[in-house]
């Protein structure tokens, strides 16, 4: 061991000089190799006053912490990175080598360099969830630029897809709202069109009673008539058989036939007197206005009543009434809140431009220093290795020479 550090002393500018060559060739690859850098962006959760008119609208939530995973989906989506390549496809120029085309650098760009982070939910080590992004570039791409306005682009597509929806729900619960008013609409027009109906079947059938009510009346008027003429005629033929020609009374008679006109007599009976008593003139008189008689409506005050109904019946004015509304919608039932939803979900802004989603809390800054190469691990490395092989190469010359055979 002894003549092997003696060895090496003596080759020392055998191991220098491997030291300084492989430590020149770091050198050079230190400075010559092409510098990779990495940028970084992290985003929060954005504060609640910032989703607050969103969440108070009742048409769509997004806590958030929701809004944090649906940017974070964005980003993390290879459509939205495609998207954002195609749009702005001067930033990813310089990517393009001989023998592969731009949209093969954008996917080995996409695989290597992208990396998005999340906390792991099972160990929460943060105060609050944050999405970091982080983006590895060589020294000829703008990767701050390109970073930062893929965020901005990824935080845009997600505002117009969240106000796309926000449109869809709105249409959907308007529309809903319409079909209600339409069935309170239809249900009304149905109802006043039954009690239309039930108004003029009522009318109909009371005014058929009253009419019949009137001929059966009228029927029994003329019986009754008929029955007094009928009447008459017999007593006039009695009266005539028995020479009555004006009213007396049995009493009457009975003194006439004695010859005594000078007593006057009070007659009290519980019965009536036969009609022939009235005698023929005033029986004859009776009977041809009975015969001339054309009708006997005046006779009953009941057929007076009676037209008094049919002609009260003859319009309906509640039913008048009811065909003349010229605005119904003011005679519908319930529907003031869906009228006050549909004017309040008019009224909304479904303009979600200046939606914060997210807060950005560090925007991606261009880095002081490359990753790669690290050039003074690099350089120490060649040292080191250089150092190793010129004591290998020196120790080897070494045990060569002890070998060779003493002359």
């Known amino acids: ?27 050079g690859y230190a400075f010559l190799a092409p510098s990779v850098y990495q940028a970084s962006t992290v985003l929060r959760p954005a504060a609640i006053n910032e989703l607050d008119a969103l969440n108070r609208s009742e048409v769509y939530k997004l806590p958030p912490t929701d809004a944090l995973l649906k940017v974070g989906s964005a980003l993390d989506s290879y459509e939205t990175r495609l998207n954002y390549f195609e749009a702005h496809q001067e930033l990813f120029k310089p990517l393009e080598k001989k023998g592969i085309s731009l949209e093969q650098s954008f996917e080995i760009f996409n695989r290597d360099a992208i990396n998005l982070t999340q906390p792991d939910p099972k160990k929460p080590d943060s105060l609050s969830p944050f999405i970091k992004l982080e983006l590895t570039y060589p020294d000829n791409v703008d990767g701050v630029k390109i970073l930062n306005g ?12 969240i106000g796309a929806d926000l449109k869809v729900i709105i249409n959907n619960r308007l529309r809903e709202l319409e079909e209600k008013i339409d069935a309170a609409r239809s249900g009304y027009k149905s109802d006043k069109e039954g009690k239309i109906a039930t108004l003029v079947e009522s009318d109909t059938l009371q005014r058929a009673k009253l009419n019949d009510e009137l001929k059966a009346l009228r029927l029994q008027l003329k019986t009754e008539r008929e029955s007094r003429i009928a009447q008459l005629s017999e007593a006039i033929s009695i009266a005539r058989s028995l020479g009555i020609t004006r009213p007396t009374t049995p009493s009457a008679m009975s003194d006439a036939a004695q010859g005594s006109s000078r007593v006057m007599r009070t007659e009290i009976t519980s019965q009536s007197i036969p009609l022939y008593f009235m005698g023929t003139q005033a029986l004859e008189a009776e009977r041809t206005a009975l015969l001339k008689r054309t009708s006997d ?5 009941g057929i007076s009543d009676i037209g008094k109904k049919l002609h009260m019946l003859e319009v309906n004015r509640q039913v008048e009434m009811l065909g003349k509304r010229a605005n119904e919608d003011l005679f519908l039932k319930n529907i003031e809140p869906l009228r006050a939803e549909v004017v309040r979900l008019g009224n909304l802004n479904t303009d979600m431009g200046k939606l914060g989603l997210v807060s950005i809390d560090r925007k991606a800054q261009t880095p002081i220093s490359p990753i790669k190469p690290k050039k003074a691990l690099i350089i120490a490395l060649g040292l080191v290795l250089g150092c190793l092989l010129g004591i290998a190469i020196a120790s080897t010359r070494y045990l060569i020479s002890r070998r060779r055979p003493m002359p």
């Open 1 to 27: 061991m002894f003549a092997l550090i003696q060895s090496l002393w003596q080759q020392k500018k055998l191991i220098a000089g491997t030291t300084a060559a492989v430590g020149a060739l770091a050198l």
């Open 297 to 301: 409506d005046f006779t009953d005050k």
């Open 150 to 161: 893929f965020v901005e682009y990824a935080i845009n597509n997600q505002r117009a897809q």
